[in-house]
């Protein structure tokens, strides 16, 4: 069985396999979802690092995982991860990638903001985090890459598609819009322009990671 992949709306994301792992949970709109063995956060903004959204799958062994900036706001159990380091906690083995914006100041690579390459059940997933197209993106082996898509405060469509045009992904999903920023047809425009394949999840839809027939 290959992970289960959950898009939550936003930036949010929840993998199901041996371990449930969400990432950058926000607004979540499930009636009780399942609890999370890790909690991955990408940086401190409020879309990200929802404090409120974080206690509803929170459980006793519940472990997040992110920068220095969440850690030392968060009470619970925690690991902290900065760009480039790499950690392996139980079944999952994550990676922290840069994420910052070039052109504009949302996110300073100096922040130390990250993205997360995570290994669940065999599957490299990507979670970009918030960034524009970045250098460090190019060299990245992946197997599902989750990217935003919504401009304004991270990469537009197009930039999203050509960044994911060079490393390419086995399959690409876009994120980061119809919330705050962007809309449906940035996802659209992206499955229209990226040179990998592609899936535009809905909200909630649960997707068993699979690379054929997309």
């Known amino acids: 069985m290959k992970p289960v992949v959950v898009w939550l709306g936003h930036a949010g994301f929840r993998l199901e396999g041996s371990a449930i792992v969400y990432i950058?949970?926000?607004?979540?709109?499930?009636?009780?979802?399942?609890?999370?063995?890790?909690?991955?956060?990408?940086?401190?903004?409020?879309?990200?690092y929802s404090e409120a959204d974080i206690k509803k799958i929170t459980k006793d062994d519940t472990v997040i995982i992110s920068t220095p900036d969440v850690v030392e706001q968060y009470k619970g159990k925690k690991m902290e991860i900065r760009p480039g380091e790499e950690l392996s906690v139980g079944p999952i083995k994550v990676k922290a990638v840069p994420a910052y914006n070039i052109t504009k100041s949302f996110h300073q690579k100096k922040s130390g903001w990250v993205g997360f390459v995570l290994t669940l059940d065999g599957v490299t997933f990507y979670h970009a985090g918030d960034t524009d197209a970045v250098e460090e993106m190019k060299e990245l082996k992946v197997d599902v890459a989750l990217l935003p898509v919504g401009g304004t405060y991270t990469m537009s469509a197009e930039e999203a598609a050509a960044i994911a045009s060079k490393f390419m992904p086995r399959v690409a999903i876009p994120m980061h819009y119809g919330e705050?920023?962007?809309?449906?047809?940035?996802?659209?425009?992206?499955?229209?322009?990226?040179?990998?394949?592609?899936?535009?999840?809905?909200?909630n839809e649960r997707w068993e990671v699979q690379f054929d027939n997309l």
């Open 180 to 203: 705050i920023i962007g809309s449906a047809n940035d996802a659209i425009q992206f499955k229209r322009y990226a040179k990998c394949p592609s899936k535009i999840l809905t909200q």
């Open 24 to 48: 950058d949970p926000y607004k979540l709109r499930e009636h009780n979802p399942p609890k999370a063995d890790f909690i991955l956060v990408t940086h401190s903004h409020f879309d990200h």
